[in-house]
Structure formats: C-alpha cells, structure tokens
C-alpha cells in the first residue's frame, strides 16, 4: 500500500473513548478506555501513539508492484497533473483499452523488452494505425521511464522499443481549389461559414466551435477557447491562442451572419444550439448538415482534418511564407511543413522541369557531363 498519512478518528461511544484508523487496508478500531477515567487529551495522544508507527512507514519501491497499482498510485496522479483535460481523456482512453486491460495484475519486474516488442508486433498485426501504435510505444518508455526514476525498477525494459514497419500508415489527403470550390458550393450559410473558418482561415473545429462575439474583431478573430467534448477549454497548446488574420470575403460572411443571430451580444455564441445558452454540436452539426452533403458530390473523405490540411497546402502553393502559415494555425513551423503541408503534384513537376531544364544548359541535350 501506498504511504499515507493519517489523522484517524476518536469519538465517545457509551461513555467509553473509541478510536478508528486505517492499517494495511483495513479499518481498525479499538475501545481505550472510560471517559470517567480519561481525559480526551490523554485519549488523542494514544490515538497518536498508535498511528506514529504507520505514517512513519516507508513506502519501500519494489519491482514486485504490480502494473496497474503502479499506473494508478503514482504515473497517473502525476501526469495529470501535466495534462490538459483533452489530453488526460485521450490518453486515459488509450492506456486504459490497450495497456491496462493486459498488464494491470502483472508486476513492474517481470516486462522484459521482447515482450513488450511482441506486445507492439500483435497490436500492428491487429491493423492499429501507426498513430495508435507509436503513441503505444511512447506510453510504454514513459511508464517504465518514471518506474526506473522512482527506483522501482534498475533498468526500463522500453528503453529500445520500436515501432513495427508493418504498422498501417494512413494516407493523408489535402483538396484540390477545385474541390474547395465544389465544396463552398453545397453548403448552407452557417455550414460555409464553419468550412470557410477552417479552411481559409486555418482554424480548428474546437475553436470555431467555441467562438463567442467578443472574441470576433473586424479583420481577425482572437483565439482565446476551445469547446472540446462539449466542455469550453483552453486552446490546444501555447501558440493556439492568436490572431486569426480573416480574408475579406470571410470578413463579409461573418458581417452577414452576425447581422443574422439572434443575439449578438459580446458574450453570445457565434454558432449556438438550438436553446442559445450553448454552442452548436460540432459531431452533430457535421453529421447531420455537412456530412451528407459532401458525400453526396464526392467529397465524403474530407473532414476537419483535412480542411486545415487543405489550408495550409493550398498556402504553401501560392508561395506564402512557411511561418506566416504556421502562426495562422498556431502551431510550430516544422510541424506546419512536415505534418501539414502538402504540395500539389502540379508543383513538384515543375521543380523536375526547371531542374531538368538547367542540367540541360550545363551539359547540353543529349550529353552527359563527367562530374571529377
């Protein structure tokens, strides 16, 4: 058992001094003796006396504690305290289906790192995404990673761990302009005004989601919240809360719209519920008046994802600078070049062509220049 300091309980019970307290967990109690002969005082330090030798027990970190014991007596209470709420529910979600369903009743000594590899093996072959399985793998050195920090294990058996290269990777898809088009094009005023916030002006669901008035200026919204599971929440990370520049056209729609609502007060939701004192779904908003509408052109592969991916491909092809696109979207520059962006094939043939074009001016058509 975890080392826990107690102040236990004393109360006076058919004219006798009772106390109660937890050991090994288990409650105790035991009767002290008559009040006529003892003094509440006298009473409280033999209540004192008895626990001194339990609090002054030493929580001793020992390899045979048992996985899950582990996972909730000492990882989770301190990761939490690390975690924004989205991420403590996520990784909560993920710890719990796929890690503690399996280890929990085994001791902190007995992973070894084959195991755990042969763990990752089973879960790739089982079709995880490369996502899943890697956040897996990251769960798994972590875990061991504070074990080995807290002295309950010499050496963390996931130092090594890899993730599979038969693990399925997702293919990442972007829209074409014309796509986006096609896109605008379907939709009601309210549903292009949430499409248009994401994809030309980069902003997550969450935080479309979660715009109230006042955050609404003339040429840019000011990110300041998030609605994530119907809970109003900070921004994703530090760089998420920003200006969000807005395109003129954007700044029309979001004129019109305003002029539409019902409230536009300064703390009013810019997209509420039906009964106002909320925020529009966004899993219902999508479900039932968007959803069906890019299915019914084509265009049932994209979603919300995909719009901010769109968006700052789509950027990247007009040539605007890497870092304008990153601060649109509030996150770091290489994650807006390697996560996001996408260049369009158009694009890449291009390069070839003008590369191809200048190799040809050095050596000549047909010639082959001998490199020393």
């Avoid at 979603?303 to 601060?327: E, G, I, Y």
Wanted: charged share 25%; glycine share 6%; proline share 3%.
């Amino acid at each position: 058992m975890r080392k826990r300091h107690q102040k236990g309980s004393l109360t006076k019970i058919y004219g006798s001094w009772v106390v109660q307290w937890w050991e090994d967990g288990h409650r105790r109690k035991r009767t002290l003796g008559r009040t006529s002969s003892m003094t509440k005082t006298q009473a409280q330090n033999a209540l004192d006396a008895i626990l001194a030798p339990i609090n002054n027990k030493q929580d001793v970190p020992s390899g045979e504690r048992k996985f899950g014991d582990f996972m909730k007596e000492v990882y989770l209470p301190f990761y939490r305290r690390k975690w924004k709420t989205s991420t403590t529910a996520t990784n909560e979600d993920r710890l719990k289906h796929h890690i503690l369903s399996e280890f929990a009743e085994r001791t902190l000594n007995a992973f070894t790192r084959d195991g755990l590899q042969t763990f990752l093996d089973a879960k790739a072959a089982a079709n995880l995404s490369f996502s899943t399985v890697d956040h897996l793998r990251w769960d798994l050195k972590q875990i061991f990673g504070m074990a080995v920090a807290e002295g309950f294990l010499a050496r963390n058996p996931a130092a090594l761990l890899f993730t599979p290269k038969e693990t399925r990777h997702s293919f990442t898809k972007r829209m074409t302009a014309e796509e986006v088009r096609l896109l605008f094009s379907v939709l009601e005023r309210r549903e292009l005004l949430i499409a248009k916030l994401a994809i030309v002006a980069g902003m997550r669901p969450g935080e479309i989601i979660g715009l109230k008035w006042e955050h609404v200026k003339e040429d840019h919204i000011h990110v300041q919240q998030r609605v994530y599971r119907g809970k109003v929440d900070f921004p994703k990370t530090t760089r998420s809360v920003r200006e969000v520049a807005l395109a003129e056209g954007l700044q029309c729609l979001m004129s019109r719209w305003k002029s539409m609502s019902a409230d536009s007060s300064p703390g009013a939701w810019v997209f509420p519920s039906e009964k106002m004192k909320t925020p529009v779904s966004k899993d219902n908003c999508w479900r039932r008046h968007i959803g069906p509408k890019l299915d019914a052109v084509g265009l049932g592969w994209v979603n919300f994802q995909v719009m901010r991916r769109t968006h700052s491909s789509l950027m990247r092809d007009n040539d605007v600078d890497p870092k304008v696109v990153a601060d649109q979207l509030g996150h770091s520059l290489d994650v807006n070049l390697n996560v996001y962006t996408q260049t369009a094939l158009s694009l890449r043939k291009q390069a070839v062509n003008a590369l191809e074009s200048v190799l040809e001016q050095l050596t000549g058509p047909g010639k082959v220049q001998r490199v020393m």
